[in-house]
């Protein structure tokens, strides 16, 4: 098997990122997100992925000066599930993915008192999603949404702040190259 029949790319591309609890909600805007990442089995039923991701949301905090947002780096590895339709030049290919990985979060582009937000956080992340990727030749685009379940966050400090806290969906999309 060949690298091309066997399906390795390399993306890179971003989108649009969001909290989906209410605190968050309440203490952060919409921001945007990054990745870069490198997939084994494009073309396979079976996929592995491997990325580093970036978030940022601006953040309107109590304590947290203006112009601040919340900034997020870390990695994170999936199994993808693809259903590949294949013709010689071209394939298209849907998939479900899972994985796990770590997030480090901090406070940037202001002063933050530390009342309502910490000044940094790392969590664990477990990634759930679907999308699709499209290929010709050696050029592919991908799209997905993924929602990211957390564990181990301590970023907000009210006394009432509940577990997943930093609970995050994405949605965007990518453009890559397979070899």
Known sequence: MTLHQLGLGVQG??????????????????GGYWEARVTAGLRQIFALEVAYLGAANPVGAEGVGNGASLVGNGGEADLRVNLPLISEESFMAPYLLGGMGWMHYRVAGASNDGTMLASSDDIAVLPVGAGVTFGHGHLYLDARAVYRF??????????????????????????????
């Open 13 to 30: 591309g971003g989108g649009v990122a969001g909290f989906s609890n209410r605190e968050m909600q309440a203490l952060t805007d919409h």
């Open 150 to 179: 957390t564990a181990h966050e301590d970023l907000v400090r009210t006394p009432d702040a509940s577990s997943g806290q930093l609970r995050q969906w994405t949605v965007g999309g990518s453009v890559g190259f397979v070899f």
